[in-house]
């Protein structure tokens, strides 16, 4: 059963920005970026993840079911699935946006958006809960 969580409560924000590489037919390349946030809500012990939002800043198909997948992940933490069981399957997964990432320190590049949101939670919350 999932827990009821409180309408003002603590989290996390973090900007990334992912340069993607586009190639096109005649040899010639673009460089374009795909711009996001990744909220990250804890529970009022401060520690304990329970929720995330992840906002595009270009509204698509493939925006509308990573906003789809977060809300999936976030009913699997409040139901009592643990950091890893909900992010590890989802680390090196490949699809578009991907290539070298800004903004998001220890994070160089990712194989996907979803990559790059599992690696950011899994270091800020993984150890904390097996620890």
């Not at 990334?16 to 586009?22: A, C, M, N, T």
């Not at 979803?114 to 993984?126: T, W």
Request: glycine content about 10%.
């Amino acid at each position: 059963m999932a827990h009821e969580l409180p309408d003002d409560r603590e989290g996390t924000r973090v900007h990334f920005k992912i340069l993607v590489r586009d190639e096109h037919p005649d040899g010639s390349a673009e460089i374009r970026d795909t711009d996001g946030y990744l909220t990250m809500n804890v529970n009022p012990d401060g520690k304990t993840l329970r929720e995330i939002f992840v906002v595009i800043g270009k509204a698509g198909s493939s925006e509308a079911l990573l906003d789809e997948w977060a809300k999936q992940a976030s009913n699997r933490l409040q139901e009592g699935a643990t950091i890893e069981q909900v992010f590890r399957t989802h680390v090196g997964t490949r699809f578009g946006a991907s290539g070298q990432v800004l903004c998001v320190p220890g994070v160089k590049s990712c194989t996907s958006v979803l990559d790059l949101i599992s690696r950011v939670v899994i270091e800020r919350f993984g150890e904390k809960e097996s620890a």
